[in-house]
């Protein structure tokens, strides 16, 4: 085997070599979903089954499964397990690979054409009518390349063979080879690197919105999962005030069937009790219930494998609220808003974005004038090997300067996509101000609920100090005949009431510094988090 055919046959199998290496992800089997008629026309009714009648007024039973759960684990969870953000971090990972797709543009395209003819045509001579019969085999293949410039470079290595029954042609068969270098290159319209680097200009701006949503997405989970968590441990003192407020009802009915039995007060200072200590098992059920909302809520967020949202495990929050006054500046804040919310960054992209297709629609208004060279070197032999010996020799080149125009007559679709792009970028102008003023009237917002609510919580602990003095003289008065059951209950319960606005306060008052740093674009604490896309592995 000789160089020639060496070559012909790199030229052949490398493109199938490169070409057949598999570098996609592991295939996904072809999936269809076909529901029944029925399950979407028929609507089933819901059958419940009556219960046994339950007269228990006892607050239930604690359950005997809990974890103690600091806001620090619940973060981490969050960030690890949860369904919303899993799904959000794929974006990214979508993006980045749009940007490799477009990217690819400049890779070098191999092609081939195989063709075969055999023809067999009538000549007239001066004697009689004759076949003309020619076998005609050609061979083109070669690599084309995109360039950064928008040109085209192109290599064509041609290979024909032909046999005829004509007598006049010296060579039969004949061989004829042809290597061929062209370029074309577009000097106005999609000529130069920005023009062909618009496309994957525009990708990397989608890129990078989709990291600043996906991080604006993970801000959003961390604030909704310490909201939950402040919220549960709310719940959970609430609990523990109204279980305060039975064991304060159920010691008054005590002392007023004690003092009933010694005949100092009437008997219906005990039914005035009894009512009491029923009214507020009544408040147990409503914050047990309340409870287990609020853990079903924690549980969904934090997603963790062994907290499915249908357990019965408790939670029991281990970090105490940060009960701090903090000083808090508005221009420095706002500012911060300013830096880092991610939505701000996601419009100045998006403006980037639109400055690059203003640039390149107004090279789309330019009229096409496109260079082309082309440069080829001819063989020619009785065997293929005589025709790519004359082709090596370089003996016969040709040359092929060219040059095309098309000028657009009036080019108004072009001017008006250009004059809409223009009106595109001055709404998102627009719409960055505005956004900008939501902002900075959110961290305003933020600031002002925050020292409101540390106000509510140096009022609410006033009030419980009073309301329970204020319980102590009624029991005192109740003792002394002075007052009714009705009276120590109503001031328990306003204790109970007061109680429960302290805990709503300093609750708020946390919810409000959550707010706060979300409104900012940063969050609550010290620790700083780093987030990875979800990657494939190839």
Same mark, same amino acid.
């Given at each position: 085997?000789?160089k020639?055919?060496?070559?012909f046959?790199?030229i ?16 996904v089997?072809?999936?269809?979903a ?5 399950k ?9 089954q009556?219960?046994?009648p339950? *007269?228990?007024?006892?607050?239930? #039973?604690?359950?005997?499964? !809990? ?5 620090e ?6 960030? *690890? ?10 974006s ?13 543009k400049f ?10 003819s055999k ?26 390349m ?12 041609? =290979?024909? +063979? ?8 010296f ?7 042809g ?8 000097l106005?319209?999609n ?19 989709a990291?600043?949503r ?6 959003s989970v961390l604030?909704?999962?310490?909201r /939950? ?5 709310? %719940? ?14 159920k ?18 200072e ?16 409503? &914050?047990?219930?309340?409870?287990r909302?609020?853990? +079903? ?12 949202? @249908? ?5 029991i ?6 009960l701090?006054?903090y000083?808090?500046d508005a ?7 300013? !830096?880092n ?6 419009m100045e ?13 107004k090279?789309?208004a330019?009229?096409v004038?496109?260079? !082309?060279?082309t440069?080829n ?8 090997n005589?025709?790519y ?6 003996r016969?080149? =040709?040359?092929?300067?060219g ?6 007559l009036?080019?108004?679709a ?6 809409a792009?223009?009106? @595109? ?8 101000e ?8 959110e961290?305003?917002? %933020?600031i =002002?609920q925050?020292? /409101?609510?540390?106000q509510r ?9 009073l309301? &329970?003095?204020l ?18 209950? @109503?001031?328990? %319960? ?9 805990? +709503? #306060?300093?609750?708020?008052?946390q919810?409000?510094l ?14 700083k988090? =780093? ?7 190839r």
């Open positions: 085997m000789n020639k055919h060496v070559l046959g790199w052949v199998g490398l493109p199938l070599l490169l070409f057949g290496c598999d570098t996609t992800p592991e295939p089997s072809f999936y269809e076909k529901a029944k008629p029925e979407l026309r028929q609507i089933e009714p819901l059958v419940l009556a219960a046994e339950n *007269e228990q007024t006892q607050p239930a #039973a604690p359950l005997p499964e !809990e974890i103690r759960l600091t806001l684990q619940c973060r981490a969870w969050a960030l *690890e397990n949860n369904l919303g953000l899993k799904a959000e971090l794929l990214p990972t979508i993006a980045s690979e749009a940007l490799s797709a477009e990217e690819a890779e070098a395209s191999f092609f081939t054409r195989v063709q075969y023809t067999d045509r009538p000549v007239g001579t001066a004697l009689f009518v004759q076949g003309s019969s020619t076998d005609s085999g050609t061979v083109d293949m070669g690599v084309q995109p360039l950064q410039t928008g040109g085209t470079l192109t290599v064509d290595l041609v =290979d024909n +063979r032909t046999l005829t029954n004509q007598t006049s042609f060579l039969n068969p004949s061989y004829s080879t290597l061929a270098f062209s370029i074309s290159q577009p106005l319209r000529a130069g690197h920005r023009a062909s680097m618009h496309s994957i200009r525009l990708r990397r701006y989608d890129q990078q919105m990291e600043a996906t991080k604006l997405e993970v801000i604030a909704a999962a310490d /939950a968590y402040w919220r549960l441990a709310a %719940a959970r003192k609430e609990l523990e005030v109204r279980l305060q407020q039975y064991e304060l009802a010691a008054q009915l005590e002392r007023a069937q004690r003092m009933a039995a010694a005949g100092q007060t009437a008997e219906v005990v039914l005035r009790a009894q009512a009491g200590m029923a009214s507020q098992a009544e408040q147990i059920i409503l &914050a047990e219930n309340n409870l909302a609020r853990q +079903r809520e924690l549980k969904r967020i934090v997603n963790q494998l062994n907290l499915p949202v @249908q357990s019965t495990v408790r939670l929050p281990a970090t105490e609220p940060d701090l006054r000083e808090l221009k420095d804040l706002v500012a911060k808003a300013i !830096e919310r991610m939505e701000l960054l996601e992209l998006q403006i980037a974005r639109q400055v690059s297709t203003i640039d390149y629609l090279n789309q330019l009229p004038v496109n260079l !082309e060279y440069y070197i001819n063989g020619l032999g009785p065997t293929r005589d025709s010996d004359l082709l090596q020799e370089n016969f080149s =040709d040359h092929r300067l040059l095309t125009m098309l000028i657009p009036g080019n108004e072009a001017k008006s996509t250009l004059r792009a223009f009106y @595109q970028r001055m709404q998102l102008l627009a719409t960055q505005n956004r900008k003023s939501l902002i900075e009237m961290v305003l917002n %933020a =002002d925050t020292e /409101a609510n540390w919580i140096l009022a609410a602990r006033q009030n419980v100090l309301e &329970a003095r319980v102590e003289a009624e029991i005192r008065q109740f003792e002394n005949g002075l007052r009714t059951s009705t009276d120590v209950l @109503q001031a328990q %319960a306003r204790l109970a009431d007061a109680q429960s606005a302290e805990i +709503r #306060a300093v609750t708020e008052y919810i409000s959550v707010d706060l740093a979300y409104a900012t674009g940063t969050l609550m604490g010290a620790a988090v =780093d987030w990875e896309p979800i990657t494939v592995r």
